[in-house]
């Protein structure tokens, strides 16, 4: 069975996981990506251990992180500040569809693999552009990392209570949001070339991709000329909301037609003659009495646990949800039965659970293929199979540290 991308090449020059991350997504959908990395150095998600407080070390010396951003890639080694280093991947380059970078634009241009040499070599390559700010403005050469990008898009004031400062979320959040952006891109430009005949630079930005996740958030913002309330649970309308049950654990309801799930609900909750209740029986009055009615919830789902609550919700077809620790994902049948954590072979691990592709084809598949490889472990076959250099001017370019 054919996968969407097979026979497609990307040449990726990037660090961390905002844009490497997306050609790890093109690599699931059947890619084939070279990674180019500094001789002796390398990407360094490789190094990072820890993050803040959060331990990212794995067995031997590696990284939660760089797994994730690199998986399905090819590493190689190039020194790309010599002149003979450029050649060797000006060459991949003219031989690739897709070269992605996340370096910032004035690194680039000095390493001279930006857009305007490249599309010289390569008229119909799609150059792939992440930045942190986005290609204009005054902050367009300035770096970001996740956390720019959800406090710079507003999103900080968009989780936790009224009360509380603005909220992180943890983790790499807006970074694989970037990172599906930038797979996103790709395959639009790769389809208009396909259709056009032309090649493009396409750019997308970690603050780009943290607005346009808030989308409908902003678009209030804009046109209702308000800023978009934090949820505050206890006073928030009774049937969009979240509540504690017996055992500590939590499930989130979001019932927000009155008409049709009012009924059910008090049927649920084994208080039937809540329907007609003067207080609550229309969903304005809901709303004006909704602290007094969750208190009443909250009384209410602290006698029987979560899981007896879900079988009883599921009998009146309401639309309620587990609030599930990333832990517990792996017991979650609706999650495992559809690929959304998947078993995976790691070559030092070994048998892993990894996050899958999360759409599902009928006439072709995606899967993480290969776990991210060892600094340069592929330079020899790269240049040797795609850039058709003999053993000799491999070994040359060795010794000359340009590999």
Same mark, same amino acid.
């Given at each position: 069975?054919?996968?969407?991308?097979?026979?497609?090449?990307?040449?990726?020059?990037?660090?961390?996981?905002?844009?490497?991350?997306?050609?790890?997504?093109?690599? #699931?959908?059947?890619?084939?990506?070279?990674?180019?990395?500094?001789?002796?150095?390398?990407?360094?998600?490789?190094?990072?251990?820890?993050?803040?407080?959060?331990?990212?070390?794995?067995?031997?010396?590696?990284?939660?992180?760089?797994?994730?951003?690199?998986?399905?890639?090819?590493?190689?080694?190039?020194?790309?500040?010599?002149?003979?280093?450029?050649?060797?991947?000006?060459?991949?380059?003219?031989?690739?569809?897709?070269?992605?970078?996340?370096?910032?634009?004035?690194?680039?241009?000095?390493?001279?693999? #930006?857009?305007?040499?490249?599309?010289?070599?390569?008229?119909?390559?799609?150059?792939?552009?992440?930045?942190?700010?986005?290609?204009?403005?005054?902050?367009?050469?300035?770096?970001?990392?996740?956390?720019?990008?959800?406090?710079?898009?507003?999103?900080?004031?968009?989780?936790?209570?009224?009360?509380?400062?603005?909220?992180?979320?943890?983790?790499?959040?807006?970074?694989?949001?970037?990172?599906?952006?930038?797979?996103?891109?790709?395959?639009?430009?790769?389809?208009?070339?396909?259709?056009?005949?032309?090649?493009?630079?396409?750019?997308?930005?970690?603050?780009?991709?943290?607005?346009?996740?808030?989308?409908?958030?902003?678009?209030?913002?804009?046109?209702?000329?308000?800023?978009?309330?934090?949820?505050?649970?206890?006073?928030?309308?009774?049937?969009?909301?979240?509540?504690?049950?017996?055992?500590?654990?939590?499930?989130?309801?979001?019932?927000?037609?009155? #008409?049709?799930?009012?009924?059910?609900?008090?049927?649920?909750?084994?208080?039937?003659?809540?329907?007609?209740?003067?207080?609550?029986?229309?969903?304005?009055?809901?709303?004006?009495?909704?602290?007094?009615?969750?208190?009443?919830?909250?009384?209410?789902?602290?006698?029987?646990?979560? #899981?007896?609550?879900?079988?009883?919700?599921?009998?009146?077809?309401?639309?309620?949800?587990?609030?599930?620790?990333?832990?517990?994902?792996?017991?979650?049948?609706?999650?495992?039965?559809?690929?959304?954590?998947?078993?995976?072979?790691?070559?030092?691990?070994?048998?892993?659970?990894?996050?899958?592709?999360?759409?599902?084809?009928?006439?072709?598949?995606?899967?993480?293929?290969?776990?991210?490889?060892?600094?340069?472990?592929?330079?020899?076959?790269?240049?040797?199979?795609?850039?058709?250099?003999?053993?000799?001017?491999?070994?040359?370019?060795?010794?000359?540290?340009?590999?």
């Amino acid at each position: 069975m054919k996968q969407p991308l097979e026979g497609i090449r990307v040449l990726e020059l990037g660090m961390f996981h905002a844009g490497p991350g997306g050609s790890a997504i093109l690599g #699931d959908l059947g890619a084939e990506v070279i990674k180019i990395e500094q001789p002796g150095t390398g990407d360094p998600m490789r190094h990072m251990k820890m993050v803040g407080s959060v331990p990212l070390k794995i067995q031997g010396e590696n990284s939660i992180w760089h797994e994730a951003a690199n998986r399905n890639k090819k590493s190689i080694t190039i020194d790309l500040n010599k002149e003979k280093g450029k050649e060797v991947a000006y060459r991949l380059a003219s031989k690739s569809d897709v070269f992605l970078t996340s370096l910032r634009r004035p690194a680039v241009e000095k390493l001279k693999m #930006d857009y305007p040499v490249l599309s010289k070599i390569n008229p119909k390559i799609i150059y792939a552009w992440v930045s942190g700010y986005g290609p204009n403005g005054p902050d367009r050469d300035v770096g970001a990392f996740d956390y720019q990008g959800q406090g710079r898009s507003g999103m900080m004031f968009c989780v936790g209570e009224p009360d509380m400062p603005p909220l992180v979320s943890q983790f790499g959040i807006i970074d694989q949001a970037t990172s599906i952006m930038a797979s996103h891109e790709v395959i639009t430009a790769l389809l208009m070339r396909e259709r056009f005949g032309i090649g493009q630079e396409v750019h997308v930005s970690i603050l780009s991709t943290a607005l346009y996740l808030l989308y409908c958030n902003v678009l209030i913002a804009l046109v209702g000329d308000f800023e978009v309330p934090r949820h505050q649970r206890i006073k928030e309308y009774p049937l969009r909301n979240y509540y504690k049950c017996a055992d500590d654990r939590w499930f989130i309801l979001t019932a927000t037609l009155f #008409d049709r799930y009012w009924p059910g609900l008090c049927q649920a909750i084994g208080h039937p003659g809540l329907e007609k209740d003067a207080r609550f029986d229309t969903q304005e009055k809901l709303h004006a009495n909704s602290e007094q009615f969750v208190a009443l919830l909250d009384r209410i789902f602290a006698t029987r646990s979560r #899981d007896e609550w879900l079988d009883i919700f599921a009998k009146y077809d309401l639309p309620v949800g587990p609030v599930n620790r990333l832990s517990e994902l792996v017991s979650d049948p609706q999650i495992t039965e559809n690929g959304y954590i998947v078993d995976f072979e790691h070559p030092r691990l070994g048998k892993i659970k990894i996050p899958g592709y999360p759409v599902h084809f009928s006439k072709t598949y995606a899967r993480t293929r290969s776990a991210a490889p060892e600094l340069g472990e592929h330079t020899d076959s790269v240049l040797r199979e795609i850039g058709g250099y003999s053993a000799k001017e491999i070994a040359q370019l060795r010794d000359e540290g340009v590999i």
